[in-house]
C-alpha cells in the first residue's frame, strides 16, 4: 500500500483545513488508517485513527472536539477534517496503515506516508 497525504497549507489561526490521503492498492480497507505529526524539533505524535469500517475512531486528547477522521473506502481515501486550527497544530501530517485502531495509537503501523506540511500563523 502506497499512501500520498496533500491537503496541507498555511492558514491563520482559527481556520479550518481539510487533509486527505489516498491509498494505492485495493486493499485499503483492510486496514485502520491513522493520521500523525512531527512538528519541528518535537517527536512525532499521534493525532487521530479510524477503523476498517469507519466504526471506530480515536482521537489524541488535545484534538478531540476540533478535528474529525473520516474514509471513503469506495475511493480508497482517508480525510483530516482540522477546524479551529492554532498556532501549536504547525507539523508536518503524516498517514499511516495498520491492523487495528489502538495499534496505531501506539504507534504501530504497516505502511507510512509522505507527510504534508500546515502551517498555522497567529
Known amino acids: 500500500v502506497q499512501l500520498q497525504a496533500s491537503g496541507g497549507g498555511l492558514v491563520q489561526a482559527g481556520d479550518s483545513l481539510r487533509l486527505s490521503c489516498a491509498a494505492s492498492?485495493?486493499?485499503?480497507?483492510?486496514?485502520?488508517m491513522g493520521w500523525f505529526r512531527q512538528a519541528p524539533g518535537k517527536e512525532r505524535e499521534f493525532v487521530a485513527a479510524i477503523s476498517r469500517s469507519g466504526g471506530v475512531r480515536l482521537y489524541a486528547d488535545s484534538m478531540r472536539g476540533r478535528f474529525t477522521i473520516s474514509r471513503d473506502n469506495a475511493k480508497n481515501t482517508v480525510y483530516l477534517q482540522m477546524n479551529s486550527l492554532k498556532p501549536d497544530d504547525t507539523a508536518v501530517y503524516y498517514c499511516a496503515a495498520g491492523s487495528g485502531v489502538y495499534e496505531l495509537r501506539n504507534g504501530a503501523y504497516a505502511y507510512w506516508g509522505q507527510g504534508t506540511q500546515v502551517t498555522v500563523s497567529s
Open positions: 492498492g485495493r486493499t485499503f480497507s483492510s486496514y485502520a
